[in-house]
């Protein structure tokens, strides 16, 4: 019922400082999937589909956070769900990988397992979604590299690299643009993406948590919403970052 792309990046930021950050973007042909498909946190990223169990996800993210490793902790959930054959699960980590697909997803269904994400789908029209989402974002990938310009440098006219989710929005048109979710007979659909940094800034960015919950056109709207949320973040950034920095509204650039 869904396609979907989980992503582990390390990089260095202005200061010289080693960061990871962690993403996961979905799509799918039923309303709401932001609530049941992705879940991030710092330590890594899950996604839950197919017949989804919620649990899946929400428990395979806190074993991550405790210190297992996530092919341990999503091996471990799969093995105590009685309906795993009818589940899709994959995720990243700080260190690995892991992919599962249950032999009765519906076709076309299918995964792919990369150095650093991860890329799953059902009920899709060919694999030709999974790899052209795979493919572009490999091609925009900023891992193992340094990225000066996140948090507040990402809205800066001179950024060199595009936020994660930005670039993992265009994963997603490209998998949409190759068919994604085959089920036509079905208009109303939704789209999520979010993103987790160790990477701490006073004012966060909005863009990295977003969702559709129900439309016909989810990842134009998303999109729409990314770029809406990255101009009101470069806004608050102007009047009301002193006024985080020194948790005081005193210093709110406030106009006349």
């Keep these: 019922m869904t396609f979907s792309i989980c992503v582990r990046e390390h990089y260095e930021n202005d200061d010289g400082e080693s960061h990871r950050r962690f993403g996961v973007a ?3 042909r039923i309303p709401g999937v932001g609530t049941l498909c992705p879940f991030v946190s710092e330590n890594g990223a899950v996604a839950t589909q197919s017949l989804v169990n919620v649990d899946l996800g929400r428990d395979g993210i806190r074993y991550v956070d405790d210190g297992l490793g996530v092919e341990d902790a999503l091996e ?15 995720g990243v980590d700080a260190d690995g990988a892991f992919v599962f697909s249950g032999e009765d997803c519906g076709d076309w269904f299918g995964h792919h397992e990369h150095d ?11 694999e030709s979604v999974l790899e052209a989402t795979a493919d572009t974002y490999a091609e925009c990938a900023v891992h193992e590299t340094g ?3 996140t948090g507040p440098r990402s809205v800066s006219e001179a950024a060199e690299t595009e936020p994660l989710a930005k670039r993992l929005i265009d994963a997603l048109a490209a998998g ?3 068919g994604g979710d085959k089920r036509e007979h079905l208009p109303v659909q939704s ?18 948590d977003l969702r559709i919950d129900a439309t016909e056109t989810p990842i134009a709207d ?3 919403t990314y770029d809406l949320a990255l101009e009101g973040y470069a806004d608050t950034l102007a009047l009301y970052e002193e006024a985080y920095e020194e948790d005081s509204l005193e210093d709110a650039d406030e106009p006349e």
């Design 191 to 208: 789209a999520a993406v979010v993103v987790t940094t160790t990477e701490e800034f006073a004012v966060d960015p909005p863009y990295n």
């Design 76 to 90: 471990a959930l799969l093995n105590a769900d009685d309906g795993a054959s009818q589940r899709q699960l994959h």
């Design 147 to 149: 990225d000066p310009w």
């Design 26 to 28: 979905v799509t799918t």
């Design 222 to 224: 998303l999109r729409r």
């Design 176 to 178: 949409h643009l190759e």
């Design 116 to 126: 650093h994400f991860t890329v799953a789908g059902n009920l899709l029209v060919g």
